[in-house]
């Protein structure tokens, strides 16, 4: 159990980190949205749901790439052999 005021420090904690993240998801937003191209929004939700699914069954793979097409390039990862 917290003390009164552990709970109330606790409580502007959060607070201030639920503002810090918006600010920077803030920020991320303005950044990608000076590209050249227009970000398709609507894509979002269901990647973010598709992100949750394979980190909540642990799939590896690369949730982060795009599909091929218009607009975007593929990306080619090589291992390094030390």
């Known amino acids: 159990m917290l003390f009164p005021v552990e709970k109330i420090l606790f409580t502007l ?26 970000v398709d929004w609507s894509l979002v939700p269901r990647r973010l749901i598709e992100v949750i699914a394979r980190m909540g069954l642990f799939e590896s793979g690369a949730p982060w790439q795009l599909p091929y097409g218009a607009g975007y390039s593929k ?5 390094i052999e030390l």
Do not use: C, F, N, P
Request: aromatic share 6%; no cysteine; hydrophobic share 45%.
């Open 13 to 38: 904690a959060v607070i201030a980190t639920l503002y810090a993240a918006g600010r920077a998801i803030e920020r991320l937003v303005r950044i990608i949205g000076r590209g050249h191209s227009k």
């Open 75 to 79: 990306i080619s990862y090589k291992r």
